[in-house]
């Protein structure tokens, strides 16, 4: 990233929050991803008031997205992303530049951050899995039947999800909403020697073009590795 972003990150933090332990930027602009609209993500971490919260705001002429945490809401969050395999906070803490550090905490918590997104997150459960293989299925079947452009269309981007998804979480590795979902499947690829990311997306431009056979066989070639299509016998327990 630009020696810019950094300074003025850091010129926010100590200018609003100069009672702060620690604070990290993180995000597209630290991972070289940035676009010419991506913001700075910056992550702040207090002992109490007016932690904990989330703003967005411009500073000298750049978007903002603030993160301010207490210990407790951290924790949170972190607990969070590794329940849902979406590290969000993880990797906003884990993969940052360290704007400030008054105790230690900024340095350790990257570094705990760090640890656990190498670690990768929980294997799915064998319900996990059947629920998602049930899931692709069912959205495959509606895809295939379907005679409406508009929602064969929007069926196709809900599947996209569905088994990027899958592939991501199904090998062990941290899955994402959105263009994280896009980059962590690319990565993904990128070590596993498979274009999934590149022949999903194909196949969501091939349904608006009216085709959908390249997203039909991509995702079947998909179910096929965590044990193909699975509807009868499907069943999920209801709340207590």
Not at 116 to 135: C, H
Request: proline share 5%; glycine share 10%; with cysteine.
């Amino acid at each position: 990233m630009s020696i810019d972003g950094f300074d003025i990150a850091r010129s926010l933090v100590c200018e609003r929050f100069p009672g702060a332990r620690a604070a990290w930027l993180g995000g597209s602009t630290v991972l070289g991803m940035a676009t010419p609209t991506s913001d700075l993500d910056i992550s702040v971490l207090f002992d109490g008031r007016p932690a904990p919260y989330s703003e967005s705001l411009r500073y000298q002429g750049w978007p903002v997205e603030l993160f301010v945490h207490t210990e407790e809401a951290m924790r949170h969050f972190l607990a969070k992303d590794r329940k849902d395999r979406r590290p969000a906070t993880l990797r906003l803490i884990g993969r940052s530049l360290v704007l400030l550090d008054n105790d230690g905490s900024g340095e350790s918590l990257r570094e705990g951050c760090a640890t656990q997104l190498a670690a990768g997150p929980d294997p799915l459960t064998a319900q996990e899995l059947q629920s998602a293989r049930y899931g692709i299925t069912d959205r495959l079947d509606d895809l295939v039947g379907c005679a409406d452009d508009d929602e064969r269309l929007l069926i196709a981007t809900d599947l996209w999800q569905a088994t990027a998804d899958l592939l991501l979480t199904g090998h062990g590795h941290w899955t994402g909403t959105g263009k994280w979902l896009h980059r962590e499947l690319a990565a993904f690829d990128h070590h596993a020697g498979t274009e999934y990311a590149k022949a999903l997306a194909h196949g969501v431009r091939s349904v608006a073009q009216g085709n959908p056979e390249p997203i039909v066989e991509t995702v079947t070639q998909a179910l096929t590795i965590f044990g193909g299509r699975f509807f009868d016998g499907f069943t999920a327990q209801g709340p207590a």
